[in-house]
């Protein structure tokens, strides 16, 4: 079963290891969300809004439907 970044927990970190949308993965290649990047939940919106993800120091929202998009290295 593959995680996605509405699998994670808040305050829970990652590291992405793809993408399933190539029409959504060339939106959030252009603001910082890349394969191999390590994000942070920060937040959920209430009635699934969007999510707030950390990657370094940069805060970014992105909704439901491209947060269910970020796959997400297996755990071990």
Same mark, same amino acid.
């Given at each position: ?11 829970? /970190? $990652? ?34 809004? $969007? ?18 998009? =970020? =796959?997400?290295? /297996?755990?071990?």
């Amino acid at each position: 079963m593959e995680r996605t970044v509405l699998d994670l927990s808040l305050g829970e /970190e $990652a590291t992405i290891r793809k993408f399933k949308d190539a029409s959504v993965a060339c939106k959030l290649l252009t603001v910082g969300i890349v394969p191999d990047a390590r994000i942070t939940l920060m937040r959920k919106a209430p009635f699934g809004g $969007a999510v707030c993800l950390k990657l370094g120091q940069t805060f970014i929202a992105v909704r439901n439907t491209e947060a269910k998009t =970020i =796959i997400l290295e /297996e755990i071990e």
